[in-house]
Every structure is written in C-alpha cells, then in structure tokens.
C-alpha cells in the first residue's frame, strides 16, 4: 500500500547510518546508472519514517468496534485516519532517539538514531549480534567527528531527507484516491482490538508520477486503531509487475509484500515499530531481491532544536547505551 510497495533499499534511513568497518564508509561520486537507480529507490524509502512521525490526538470516549460497514462509511473511516497520518507526517515537534536493527541474509547491524534539526545522525552499535571490537568502535568514533567537524556532509543529507519528504508526502496525499477500501471487520491488534479494512487498487486512478506508480498494482489490508484512528498494521502484496519509468527504470515482481507496524511510543506520538519486505525486481539491467526485516525500539523524547552536532555529543559520552 503506501510506498511501501516499493520501499526496496539498502538504506533504511538515507545517509545517516554508517557501514560496518569492513565496508565503504562514505559513498563515491555516483554514476549516471547509480543516480537513476537512487532516483528509483529514494522514492519509496520515507513512507515508513512518514508514518511514524508526530501525534494524533485519541478520542476520550468510550467505543464499540463496529460489525459492518458500507463502502462509503470505510472509505471515509480510512480516508480519516490517512489524514491523520497525513497531519502527523508533518509534524516535526517531537524529535526521538531510538535503536534501529536491520537485517538481511547477509548482515545485520543494530545502529542508535538521534533525530535532530539538521537531519537524522547514527552510531553503529553491533554487527551480526556482536559488540563493535575495540578497532570498528574506534573508526566509529573518528567517524562521527570528522562529521562533527564538516557541517556541508550533514547539510547534504538534510537535503536528501527533505527531498524523501516531499516525495513521501505527495504519496501520502493520493492514497484516499489510490484505493478502494472495504471494512473486513474487527480485530485483535498487538495493544487491543482494531478495525480492519481490505484495500484494492482503484481502476479509475492515475498514478500522477513514478512515486505513485506502485499503488496501481498493491492490494492488502490495513488495521486502524479505533480510538486514536491510526495505523497500527499494514500488509500490502503486488498483484502484478510493477514497471517504472515505462520499465527503463525498473521493474517490481508480482507477489513482493511488504508488512508494517506502528505504535504509540509515549506522549501521543506514533512511531513504526517493525518494517519487513520481501520483494525480487530488476534495477536498471540488474536483477535485484530485497529481503530485509528493521525492528524499532527504545524510543525516548528528545529536545526539540537539537544539533547534530548535539547528537554526535550525546552519542559519543554514551557508546554503551542501548
């Protein structure tokens, strides 16, 4: 559903988490074919973050789970709670920390992420399930203060987030048109019962550019919390090959599914809490297939106008915290 559908990437936040010590560490000048396949993936990355940005506001009465709806009542409960998602994907007010862990059949790293005013800053934490050794820790360390000392490498990545943004937003806007939604009925969500709405593409959408091309051929069911009308769970499947760029660019396989899960982290704000893709395609002439399950955790507030450079501070005085 959302850009998930096309949420292939080796990057779970653009630029801001390091590779392990044995890998490159900073990107080289990119190709013309590197640039056009970024071009592909860097629009499907943020939706996921979009989700989980900000607050919504939580109904104070009591509820009752309704047992059917019709068409346009699901279409408007849904439409809602994207308009939620939309206001909270706007939201910039509640800065947090917290552990991101991405695996992959080939590697797994555990990374600790401060949001602040200059764009998302990363330390990498473990490799594989294990502590850095004494050498990777030390290159983590010189790494982060050679950003400390070079504001133009943290101002390139604010840009590249901001860019996300406005792509991610754009998808957010055209998902009340996108899909036809159907109430499935009642369900159990991991913090209490939830609505559920199965969702199709709409035959009479137009995708209005490459980043909502992938909501043409996604069907899958979304979970809605019925008292703060949020996501809590989404599970998308293609139905048929996707193709980008009239299939220059790329091409997605049908069957690829993406699952992913939101919560309430303290203080009314939301945050994604589980990511999982499993999806085969082509990237310019390369066959490519994406397997990745990140997990959230840990949470916490942080003050709002924070600096990277603050960040960098913080993570540096606390390289054992988790």
Known sequence: MLTFAVYFTTHALPDIAPLPANEAAHEPPRSTASAAKLVT??????????????????????????????????????????????????????????????????LSTTREIYETRDGGVARLLEVNGQPLGPAAAANEQERLEELAGDPSRQRHRMQAEAADRARALSVLRALPA???????????????????????PNSAYSPPSLSTDALAGMSG??????????????????????SFGWGILGRLNRGGWILIEQAPVGGGVWRTTRLQLAMSGRVLFRTRRFDMVETMSGYAPLPVGMSYREAIARLLAQPEQR
């Not at 973050?49 to 047992?67: D, E, R, T």
């Not at 109430?183 to 609505?195: D, K």
């Open 178 to 200: 996108a899909f036809l939604y159907r109430y499935a009925g009642p369900g159990q969500g991991p913090a209490g019962p939830v609505e559920r709405y199965a969702f199709r």
């Open 41 to 106: 993936v860097r629009r499907l990355i943020l939706i996921a973050w979009m989700l989980a940005a900000g607050c919504a506001a939580a109904w104070a009465q009591s509820f009752a789970l309704p047992q059917s709806l019709t068409a346009g009542e699901a279409q408007a409960r849904v439409d809602r709670a994207l308009a939620n998602e939309l206001a909270a994907a706007q939201d910039l007010i509640h800065p947090m920390r917290y552990q991101l862990r991405k695996s992959t059949p080939r």
């Open 221 to 242: 069911e979304i979970w809605i919390d019925p008292e703060a009308l949020r996501v809590v769970r989404l599970r998308g499947t293609l139905q048929r090959d996707v």
